[in-house]
């Protein structure tokens, strides 16, 4: 699920990059406008990433459910 969500972020990064450069070299707008909406979806699954690296620590003596917890956080953060 780590991996899935890292390579969704690297491509949506990418795009976001290539729709900001075409955006301004061709003057579009609208390709701007949905280059920042692709950056807020890059915030978004890169906040999911950091809840499935959190969730996956093993528990501790004060924390003895884990921290499964952070996804559902982070999910409600998301929302």
Do not use: C, Q
């Not at 579009?28 to 499935?52: C, R």
């Amino acid at each position: 699920m780590k991996t899935r969500l890292f390579w969704s972020i690297i491509i949506n990064i990418i795009i976001t990059i290539f729709e900001i450069v075409i955006g301004l070299v061709s003057g579009s707008l609208s390709l701007i406008s949905d280059a920042v909406h692709n950056f807020t979806d890059v915030g978004s699954l890169t906040l999911s990433w950091w809840g499935v690296k959190i969730s996956s620590k093993a528990p501790t003596p004060n924390k003895t459910y884990g921290f499964k917890r952070a996804e559902i956080l982070i999910a409600f953060i998301i929302l």
